[in-house]
């Protein structure tokens, strides 16, 4: 199946095409990340046919340049923001992989769904899309991806990724959590918890593709 198969429904729904004129009004009024063209970045690089791991994101970061549409990963001309930095440590910890490169495109092309919550957010307001509605639909995407394949990994790192578990069907898919990777709470279970091996301990079990992090 293709996306655009499974969100036709909610796609035509008067649910969406009021979010969207929401988000239009938003972009045209007001500094807005990630670029327009990349709202839907993740969807476009992962397809759902390839979706074998989802690791969920609040919303996009909030500051001139990072947002570049996939949950975590930031543009190559900016900064490495706190959390991807923990990210990074943890990765090299974990796999011994010490990763240069911020744009994760490489991980989602290889079927690492990285899906924010909310998709967009006002510049330099963090969380201020959050009432617009983007939540039903990224909830949507989850629930489609837990009924309609089988064997998915889904990363829920802190509290608001890990009350999506309630839309995966843990008898069909495996969930790895643990705390959130920011400065706030890295120390309270993110290091040491070797997401990225256990990921591809889990595909490899089940005769699936691992994810090469580098």
Not at 104 to 130: E, F, I, M, R, Y
């Amino acid at each position: 199946m293709t996306w655009k198969e499974v969100l036709q429904p909610i796609k035509e729904s008067d649910y969406f095409k009021n979010l969207w004129e929401k988000v239009k009004l938003q972009y045209n009024s007001t500094q807005c990340f990630p670029p327009k063209d990349e709202i839907f970045r993740a969807l476009e690089l992962t397809e759902f046919d390839d979706v074998g791991v989802v690791i969920i994101g609040q919303d996009p970061y909030h500051n001139d340049g990072q947002a570049n549409g996939l949950c975590f990963s930031v543009s190559e001309s900016v900064t490495a923001p706190p959390s991807l930095k923990n990210i990074f440590i943890e990765l090299k910890e974990d796999v011994g992989v010490e990763r240069k490169n911020k744009d994760l495109q490489d991980w989602a092309k290889q079927g690492v769904l990285l899906l924010n919550a909310t998709l967009t957010v006002q510049a330099h307001q963090p969380n201020s899309h959050k009432n617009l509605g983007w939540e039903v639909f990224t909830d949507f995407i989850i629930k489609e991806i837990s009924d309609k394949k089988k064997n998915v990994v889904f990363v829920l790192w802190g509290a608001f990724a890990q009350k999506k578990a309630s839309l995966i069907d843990i008898d069909k898919h495996h969930i790895i959590q643990s705390a959130h990777p920011s400065p706030f709470s890295v120390y309270r279970g993110f290091f040491g918890s070797k997401p990225f091996s256990k990921i591809n301990n889990y595909l490899l079990k089940k005769g699936k593709k691992t994810i090469v992090w580098g």
